[in-house]
């Protein structure tokens, strides 16, 4: 299929589509439609549908899509059957826990090495390479580097990126909380984590105040069926 070019909304939802479906039982069903995929991500129909004409042409009327093509489809659509080898800059804590994550093969990345003015070993428990940032120009020349991942504080990240971009680097994903100044042609994608916490807890205490207040109006309601009926004489009051 024709690759388009697609907004960073529609990547962001395609990896979630392609968990979903591979998360399913073999036993599953062999088709899928766009309508089945959204009720089970709580997403609407339309905007799946949408998605899903983008990545793969394979869809049928009243059948849908058959599971294991789509699956095909979408990890082809966005690069993953294609290894890119990547570079990390700053093996503190984060880094070392990117470079042990192994779920990166799955999605097509390699990350070859990593890089830190002052690195206090020259291997993780992995085994992979860990070298100082001096070797870091003649790596990325010999290996071809085209991504950097950047785990460094803020304060250095735009020079480590400027030294990326120097080493031949096209694409940075960026860990550290800074925005980066970087040419037109570079691709970056942010990964913000004090954004990210904003927006959950904002979400949070919405969630919170909402449930408060049905407490408060179900109190209300118990209190008012509680109440004793006060029965009123009817007609003239008796003689004593």
Known sequence: MEQKKVSKSVLKR??????YLKSLPEDAPAHISATSLANALGMGEVQVRKDLAIVSDGGR????????????????F??????TDAVLIGAGKLGLALMGYSGFEEYGLNIQAAF?????????EDGQPIYPMTKLEHFCKVHKVLMGIIT????????????????????????APIHLDVPAHILVQNE???TSLAVLSVHLRAQIKEEKK?????KVEEVSDE?????????RKPWG
């Open 61 to 76: 009327p009243k059948i849908g899509y058959l599971r294991e093509s789509l699956i095909t489809d979408i990890e082809q």
């Open 192 to 194: 913000n984590m004090a």
């Open 152 to 175: 460094v504080p803020a304060a250095h990240a735009q020079e480590v990126a400027d030294r990326l971009i120097a080493c031949g680097v096209k694409a940075i994903w960026n860990f």
């Open 78 to 83: 966005l690069g993953y059957d294609n290894t």
């Open 14 to 19: 395609l990896p979630g589509y392609l968990a």
């Open 227 to 235: 109440k004793p009926l006060i029965n009123k004489p009817h007609g």
């Open 116 to 124: 830190d003015n002052n690195p206090v070993t020259d291997k993780t």
């Open 214 to 218: 049905e407490q408060e109006q179900s």
